[in-house]
């Protein structure tokens, strides 16, 4: 698990490379504010070994902020994270590594008949109620039980410093909005439970829309009522506080509705998904940072918002203004290549927009 004393030390071997606001807080550690992403590629031995030495790298050149999730590439991302870590000279320690499920995952490879092994390994089994399984997606507490315990073989770790519901919002689908908030609070009381028994040390939510869409969107999950039901989870488990920690969502130049769009309730009227992230303590950790590899295309970055961003490349510019946004702790970036390393890594020696320069974009 990252402790202080771990990630303060790899910050000291490293800051001097960086700017002054590459390394944040999160909880009393230190992490980059550029990490590795693990989504992208095929699920084939070659794609491993290139993720493999990306990670490696990356590790070793000032990036130790490693997001992942079971069903990533079949379960071979988690694998080969924790492999990395293993392989490089850094301490375990010192690596901040988050993780999620909610996802029925596949093993290795995707099998010929996708139905028929989920109803073999998730339903017939038992691991999965018929009723739970929407879309591929499950938040029941013994299904989450089997993915973080899965997540842990896999990763070769006794404990994940960052555990995710993942994409929770995919429920609405067969669900109205108050049984997901159920679903969820219930979900959190097991990882409550998880986090005292200390195989987490802490755990937040995973999106792709709920918290960047207008409250009339389908997909729609309201942050202060997702915080309230960690609260309430906490108190069920019996916990002295919760270890609700982080949300993840996407961010860049072409999404940035998280910062846009005041959809969420707080103390003072209507805020944006990152300004009530930031107000309430959660670090939000940016996904879709470079949209996929397309903001590597210096065309795809609006000329006016390009001209006040830091950088030599176009990644470098748009991982800068990922970097920018208030409340943002890291922006995650795929790296599934070793030549990926170097630009993005690169992209910490310059500063980032404060958040005055930050807001006058969008006026």
């Not at 990395?84 to 099998?111: H, L, Q």
């Not at 018929?130 to 089997?146: I, K």
Request: overall charge negative.
């Amino acid at each position: 698990m990252a402790t202080k004393s771990a990630t303060w030390a790899y910050r000291d071997r490293f800051h001097e490379s960086f700017g002054r606001t590459y390394f944040r807080r999160f909880a009393d550690c230190l992490v980059s504010s550029v990490g590795v992403g693990t989504y992208l590629g095929d699920a084939t031995d070659e794609a491993d070994a290139a993720y493999h030495d990306a990670l490696v790298e990356a590790l070793e050149s000032g990036i130790n902020v490693v997001d992942t999730a079971v069903n990533y590439r079949h379960q071979r991302s988690e694998r080969v994270v924790g492999e990395a870590i293993r392989d490089s000279d850094i301490d375990r320690n010192a690596v901040m590594v988050s993780t999620k499920g909610g996802f029925v995952p596949f093993d290795g490879e995707r099998p010929a008949d996708a139905s028929a092994y989920v109803e073999s390994e998730f339903l017939d089994s038992g691991v999965v109620d018929r009723e739970d399984l929407v879309m591929g997606n499950c938040l029941s507490p013994d299904f989450l039980d089997w993915s973080l315990d899965r997540s842990l073989s896999n990763l070769g770790f006794d404990s994940i410093d960052l555990y995710y519901v993942h994409n929770p919002e995919a429920q609405l689908a067969q669900f109205d909005r108050e049984t997901v908030y159920e679903k969820l609070e219930d979900a959190f009381v097991r990882l409550e439970e998880r986090a005292e028994a200390g195989d987490i040390d802490h755990y937040g939510v995973a999106t792709w829309e709920a918290f960047r869409v207008p409250p009339d969107h389908d997909k729609y999950l309201s942050l202060p009522e997702v915080v309230s039901r960690a609260r309430n989870a906490s108190d069920r488990a019996g916990t002295t506080a919760t270890h609700f920690r982080a949300v993840q969502l996407p961010f860049n130049v072409h999404m940035a509705d998280a910062f846009t769009l005041e959809a969420h309730e707080g103390a003072d009227g209507k805020q944006s998904a990152l300004w009530f992230a930031s107000e309430a303590g959660l670090d939000v950790f940016t996904s879709a940072s470079l949209l996929q590899g397309d903001l590597t295309n210096p065309t795809e970055i609006p000329e006016a918002v390009d001209s006040r961003l830091a950088g030599d490349t176009a990644a470098q510019r748009a991982l800068n203004f990922a970097r920018s946004a208030p409340g943002v702790t890291s922006a995650l970036v795929g790296m599934g290549s070793p030549e990926h390393v170097a630009e993005n890594v690169g992209a910490g020696t310059f500063s980032p927009m404060g958040a005055d320069a930050f807001d006058s974009v969008f006026q």
